[in-house]
T-cell receptor, first 110, second 117 residues
């Protein structure tokens, strides 16, 4: 079945440093979504990427979808303590239900 | 409150008991999903409804699990003869569909945390 893997599993950064998480799929994805889950919270939708090579920005967050539509990345510039949480990518299966990646847990050290 | 509502927030039950969770999605969302999440893992897909029709079930959903969405609005997830391995956060999500509103992104509820003792 479709699998979405993320690296790294954990990342600790000093406040102000940049952070990147990578998402890789074993199959070509029609689209990919990104979610953020704060500690003790539930996943919150951030963005959806659809086009090959697409790049979208949300303030300090930059999302990319690979040319082959098998990988994606989320980059955060100048991290803040409010960025703490686990970031998940999610890709659709043939039925278009989304399967979540393993997640990258971000800790920001003040 | 216009978000996805789940009840109860927490449930502690003895092994072998039956439990039922409820999810009230965003009213205009026709799609409803159940996921299960354990500590340190991503949400795992369980089942999906479009309106009242259950269109997909994961193989994770054993015959002890059943979900309904009788009128295409709220949904219930029942677990019969609970086992300790069922302990997890059960998340409900709803959406308008892939290409409608927020790019098809899911709105999750706060979840029901089940502990089987």
């Amino acid at each position: 079945g479709q699998q979405v893997m993320q690296i790294p599993q954990y990342q600790h950064v000093q406040e102000g440093e940049d952070f990147t998480t990578y998402c890789n799929s074993s199959t070509t994805l029609s689209n990919i979504q990104w979610y953020k889950q704060r500690p003790g919270g539930h996943p919150v939708f951030l963005i959806q990427l659809v086009k090959s090579g697409e790049v979208k920005k949300q303030k300090r967050l930059t999302f990319q979808f690979g040319e082959a539509k098998k990988n994606s990345s989320l980059h955060i510039t100048a991290t803040q303590t409010t960025d703490v949480g686990t970031y998940f990518c999610a890709g659709p299966n043939t039925g278009n239900q989304f399967y979540f990646g393993t997640g990258t847990s971000l800790t920001v050290i003040p | 409150d216009t978000g996805v509502s789940q009840n109860p927030r927490h449930k502690i039950t003895k092994r072998g008991q039956n439990v039922t969770f409820r999810c009230d999605p965003i009213s205009e969302h026709n799609r409803l999903y159940w996921y299960r999440q354990t500590l340190g893992q991503g949400p795992e897909f369980l089942t999906y409804f479009q309106n009242e029709a259950q269109l997909e079930k994961s193989r994770l959903l054993s015959d002890r699990f059943s979900a309904e969405r009788p009128k295409g609005s709220f949904s219930t997830l029942e677990i019969q003869r609970t086992e300790q391995g069922d302990s997890a956060m059960y998340l409900c999500a709803s959406s308008l569909g892939r290409n409608r509103g927020r790019g098809g992104g899911y709105t999750f509820g706060s979840g029901t945390r089940l502990t089987v003792v």
